[in-house]
């Protein structure tokens, strides 16, 4: 369209020039400068613009038209767009949910010791030690949390498999075997009360129980048994569940034959049938830890008439570990731990064998001092000491994870020397480190209720509470009417 304006533009200022110019001509007219300017540019200028006033008029009220309808679809689009954005990034309207385990027995071991003693140390800053059997790129000595009594275990051990296994995977499954021994006691009580639980409820079970060797000794009678057994109403238990925690770069490693023999030793151990022992193996990353093991004990919580025994163990101590790792630092320090619960819903009752503490979780739990307050922790005189009692699983040194420590706890009554620290403890050897950590809060004086915090997951919240006896007892009573009822 602009071609044709100015070509018409043209043909009128040809036109219009010529007409001019005769006329000033025939008349003789001298035209000044002014006269040049209004009648040769203006005037052809103003006559094309009349000329083209229509199309230009209809032009101008289409642009406006236009941009009008465009400035409205763009509020309604960026409208649209909030609703989408208020939908999309509102925080869900959850409930906070909670649930609690009662623990059994725990055991937890390192390099600083066992059980309360790696707390103890935690609260004494220590450092690793020089190693001097693991060497880097350079061949100088490593800094390592080495468990020296495992060493010697491992030398004593008669282990037919041990030369197919790399050093690593023979101190994890020597930690494993380690683990199992502080639990004896409650896995012994669990075996007879599945035994017990079988004769009742379960008559497949109970004839393959009197099949099983264990049960076919010389002083075994089984009129007796089964009269004394039938004679008392008891708890209902199903199953007993192993859940083996790994670190995530070792599933390529493992292989049945490991677990078919842990299977079968805790079998023939405690006398009780494979059909009633389920293992789980979880290999488990450093970024995704602390939520697959919260997920886990939510699990575990769900599960009826069930005992779980839980161990989670890692170990870096091999230098061809180290070998693959010294691209992430020349001075990686390495660390090998383990921990172990024995623990069931709270509902779950085992006889002869009473709960030491009772976790309690908090999901979706925004406020620190809610949390606090629902437990009534501000109760207890703990808080105005300054013995440390609430772990924090994250790097201190991480600024966002500080923060949101801050953030959380600024609040409340807790202050910065309640707090005990443990991520350096484990070194670089962190896939596990802080299910390691969570598992030796259970590990506090009886005195304390301990409170676990990981910026991981800030809506969760955890306490070692006091296990309730007589709210257990109520549980019991209730479970025995409706296994009379059934």
Same mark, same amino acid.
């Given at each position: 369209? $602009? ?13 219009? =020039?010529? =007409? ?20 040769? !540019? ?53 409930? $906070? ?5 009662? $623990? ?10 066992? /059980? ?11 450092? %690793? ?6 060497? /880097? ?41 380690? #683990? ?11 075996? #007879? ?36 057994? /039938? ?6 238990? /199903?199953? !007993? ?8 770069? !070792? ?8 677990? +078919?023999?842990?299977?079968? *030793?805790? +079998?023939?151990?405690? *006398?009780?049938?494979? &059909? ?29 008439? =069930? ?26 320090? +390495? ?6 619960? =024995?623990?069931? %819903? ?8 009473? %709960? ?38 994250? @790097?201190?040194?991480? $600024?966002? *994870? *500080? ?28 896939? !596990? ?28 919240? &955890?306490?070692? @509470? ?21």
């Amino acid at each position: 369209m $602009i071609k044709i304006i100015i070509s018409a533009f043209l043909t009128i200022f040809a036109l219009l =020039c010529s =007409c001019i110019i005769y006329f000033w001509r025939d008349t003789s007219y001298q035209p000044t400068g002014w006269d040049l300017l209004n009648y040769l !540019l203006l005037l052809p200028v103003l006559v094309t613009a009349i000329v083209f006033s229509p199309y230009l008029i209809l032009t101008i009220i289409k642009y406006f038209r236009k941009k009008k309808d465009l400035k409205q679809q763009q509020s309604a689009e960026i409208a649209q767009q909030n609703i989408l954005s208020e939908n999309l990034f509102k925080a869900p309207d959850v409930s $906070i949910r909670q649930f609690s385990l009662n $623990i059994f027995s725990a055991a937890a071991v390192h390099s600083f010791g066992e /059980n309360s003693e790696i707390l103890e140390e935690y609260k004494k800053f220590r450092s %690793p030690e020089l190693d001097s059997d693991l060497c /880097n790129a350079y061949g100088l000595p490593l800094l390592s949390f080495r468990i020296r009594a495992l060493d010697q275990l491992l030398a004593d051990s008669d282990d037919e498999n041990s030369s197919l296994r790399s050093i690593r995977e023979q101190r994890i499954l020597q930690l494993i075997q380690h #683990q199992l021994e502080p639990h004896a006691e409650a896995l012994f009580a669990a075996a #007879q009360h599945l035994k017990d639980s079988a004769m009742f409820y379960d008559s497949e079970m109970a004839y393959q129980y009197r099949m099983h060797p264990a049960w076919r000794g010389e002083s075994y009678e089984e009129p007796d048994t089964l009269q004394e057994v /039938n004679s008392r109403v008891i708890a209902r238990l /199903n199953q !007993l569940f192993v859940y083996l925690l790994l670190p995530e770069d !070792l599933i390529h490693q493992h292989n049945d034959q490991a677990r +078919a023999e842990l299977l079968s *030793s805790l +079998a023939a151990q405690y *006398s009780i049938l494979e &059909a009633q022992i389920e293992m789980e193996y979880h290999f488990i990353s450093q970024h995704s830890a602390y939520t697959e093991w919260l997920k886990l004990l939510e699990q575990v919580a769900q599960q009826k008439y =069930c005992f779980n025994l839980i161990i989670a163990v890692d170990s870096e101590i091999d230098q061809e570990c180290l070998d693959e790792k010294f691209w992430q630092s020349e001075q990686y320090i +390495a660390a090998e731990y383990a921990a172990s619960w =024995c623990v069931a %819903p709270i509902d779950t009752l085992i006889e002869d064998l009473n %709960p030491k503490r009772t976790l309690k979780i908090s999901v979706n739990e925004s406020c620190a001092g809610h949390f606090i307050e629902q437990n009534k922790l501000n109760e207890y005189e703990q808080f105005q000491q300054d013995e440390p009692c609430v772990l924090f699983l994250d @790097d201190m040194q991480n $600024i966002k *994870s *500080s923060k949101k420590l801050h953030q959380k706890f600024s609040e409340t009554f807790i202050e910065t020397q309640h707090f005990l620290y443990t991520y350096h403890n484990t070194g670089h050897t962190q896939q !596990l480190a802080k299910v390691f950590h969570f598992m030796v809060g259970m590990h506090l004086s009886e005195e304390l209720k301990g409170l676990i915090f990981s910026a991981d997951r800030e809506d969760v919240y &955890a306490v070692f @509470d006091d296990y309730q006896a007589a709210a257990d007892l109520d549980v019991q009573q209730n479970g025995e009417r409706a296994y009379l009822e059934q």
